[in-house]
């Protein structure tokens, strides 16, 4: 069972910036397409971004494009996000699964056999 560790959360004033990490300790990550996901307080989980297995394709949710920034290095075995402009609304938990890269306009999705959410970083933006 796939298993990713995330890391990297904190508190940033609006505008600043932060970058989240995804690794597996087991698995190759680059046999799957990853994407980030986020959960405000009373609000549900929501797809952020997914980059296929290579790296050659992205996909964003309409609320980070232009902002946020998806990328892969599969000789470290991880994912990244890079988060400029934050918004006090970006605040959440930020959690990494597997995703549907398919469909460029579709929503960010999580596959459906991914079930090992991890305990995910807090990001805060706040002034």
């Known amino acids: 069972q796939l298993q990713l560790v995330e890391s990297g959360g904190g508190l940033v004033q609006p505008g600043g910036s932060l970058r989240l990490s995804c690794k597996s300790r087991e698995f190759t990550l680059g046999y799957y397409a990853v994407g980030w996901f986020r959960q405000a307080p009373g609000k549900e989980r929501e797809g952020v971004s997914c980059?296929?297995?290579?790296?050659?394709?992205?996909k964003y949710a309409n609320a980070v494009k232009g902002r946020f920034t998806i990328s892969r290095d599969n000789a470290k075995n991880t994912v990244y996000l890079q988060m400029n402009s934050l918004k006090p609304e970006d605040t959440a938990i930020y959690y990494c699964?597997?995703?549907?890269?398919?469909?460029?306009?579709?929503?960010?999705?999580?596959?459906?056999?991914?079930?090992?959410w991890g305990q995910g970083p807090q990001v805060t933006v706040s002034s």
């Open positions: 699964a597997t995703c549907y890269i398919m469909g460029a306009d579709t929503p960010v999705d999580v596959s459906a056999d991914f079930d090992s």
């Open positions: 980059i296929s297995d290579s790296g050659t394709r992205t």
